[in-house]
T-cell receptor
Framework: ELKVEQNPLFLSMQEGKNYTIYCNYS?????LYWYRQDPGKSLESLFV?????AVKQEGRLMASLDTKARLSTLHITAAVHDLSATYFC????????????FGTGTRLTIIP | DAGVIQSPRHEVTEMGQEVTLRCKPI?????LFWYRQTMMRGLELLIY????????DSGMPEDRFSAKMPNASFSTLKIQPSEPRDSAVYFC???????????FGPGTRLLVL
């Protein structure tokens, strides 16, 4: 059974600081997704990582994928309050299957 | 462009009643997914369709749950009879096969009393 683990589960950080969220998964996969969810809202796609070594950046967020280590990271640079949300990674272990397994989520709170 | 549309947005019902959740995927998308989100179990894939055909329903909890996709623009998730443990937020998502990203609807918040 595929397991997708995120850490930390909760993260409280000050504005302006940098931090990284980690996503580990238990089976081979070349496809990993990051989503954001605001409280009471739906999920919004942030990044799709499709190969080993893939790196994508959008604003203060940067995601990377190491398929050999089965690890993805979401790095936050100079955090601002608007980034407060829950972040999920999701893995598609079977190419073309589209069946995603989601991580537990990391609830990020940015403190002014 | 209209995103994924779900209805109702909120549903409160009593145990034993039938509940039907509805989803309209993004026009042109050919894959549709039903997820359930709870505090205890997180986000779980219940079932997904490709070209209106159910591909994987291994996440459907039990026989009380059923899903249909009669055409490319409409899907339903039915719970009969409903139980309090079915209380959750149910999301529908759609994608265009081969283009990776799943787009989520606003969700239906279900409370079974």
């Amino acid at each position: 059974e595929l397991k997708v683990e995120q850490n930390p589960l909760f993260l409280s950080m000050q504005e302006g600081k940098n931090y990284t969220i980690y996503c580990n998964y238990s089976t081979t996969s070349d496809r990993l997704y990051w989503y954001r969810q605001d409280p009471g809202k739906s999920l919004e796609s942030l990044f799709v990582l499709l190969s080993n070594g893939a790196v994508k950046q959008e604003g203060r967020l940067m995601a990377s994928l190491d398929t050999k280590a089965r690890l993805s990271t979401l790095h936050i640079t100079a955090a601002v309050h608007d980034l407060s949300a829950t972040y999920f990674c999701a893995v598609d272990p079977d190419f073309g299957n589209e069946k995603l397994t989601f991580g537990t989520g990391t609830r990020l709170t940015i403190i002014p | 462009d209209a995103g994924v549309i779900q209805s109702p947005r909120h549903e409160v019902t009593e145990m034993g009643q039938e509940v039907t959740l509805r989803c309209k995927p993004i026009s042109g998308h050919n894959s549709l997914f039903w997820y359930r989100q709870t505090m205890m179990r997180g986000l779980e894939l219940l079932i997904y369709f490709n070209n209106n055909v159910p591909i994987d329903d291994s996440g459907m909890p039990e026989d009380r749950f059923s899903a249909k996709m009669p055409n490319a623009s409409f899907s339903t998730l039915k719970i009969q009879p409903s139980e309090p443990r079915d209380s959750a937020v149910y999301f529908c998502a759609s994608s265009l096969s081969g283009q990776e990203t799943q787009y989520f609807g606003p969700g239906t918040r279900l409370l079974v009393l």
